[in-house]
Every structure is written in C-alpha cells, then in structure tokens.
C-alpha cells in the first residue's frame, strides 16, 4: 500500500480556471513529466492519477463502441 502523505498547497488563478502544484515527490514517485496525462475525479474529495495514452485510447474506443450499439 502506498504512504499516505498530507501538504497544503495554494490555490492560484491560471487562465480562466485554477491549479495546483504537485508535489516533486509525487511527480518523481509516479515517473510523470511535463505534458503527460492526469485523470481528476471530485466530488468532496479530489483524487489524481496517472492517465496513460495507452489506457486513454482504450477508454475512448470503449466509448466509440458502445455509441455504435
């Protein structure tokens, strides 16, 4: 099972929506970079997850699939 591990982060305008930053530790542990995918899900509790393109093209041809039927 992963550390759970807690921080504060500020919230900061970008555009027109808002952000955070990751934390390096978290960015380096999950061998993410610049430009790669990240899947969000929220309801009272923000999740994040790597979202890799092999992972994204199956879920999309998924979604093509059932619009077909």
């Given at each position: 099972?992963?550390?759970?591990r807690k921080?504060?982060r500020?919230?900061f305008?970008l555009?027109?929506?808002?952000?955070?930053i990751?934390?390096?530790?978290?960015?380096?542990?999950?061998?993410l970079?610049e430009g790669?995918?990240?899947?969000?899900?929220?309801?009272?509790?923000?999740h994040?997850?790597p979202?890799n393109?092999?992972?994204?093209?199956?879920?999309?041809?998924?979604?093509r699939?059932?619009?077909?039927?």
């Amino acid at each position: 099972m992963a550390k759970v591990r807690k921080d504060v982060r500020k919230l900061f305008r970008l555009g027109n929506s808002y952000a955070i930053i990751l934390p390096k530790e978290y960015v380096e542990a999950k061998g993410l970079k610049e430009g790669d995918l990240v899947e969000v899900i929220f309801d009272d509790w923000i999740h994040v997850a790597p979202l890799n393109e092999e992972e994204l093209a199956q879920r999309a041809e998924k979604a093509r699939e059932a619009l077909r039927t």
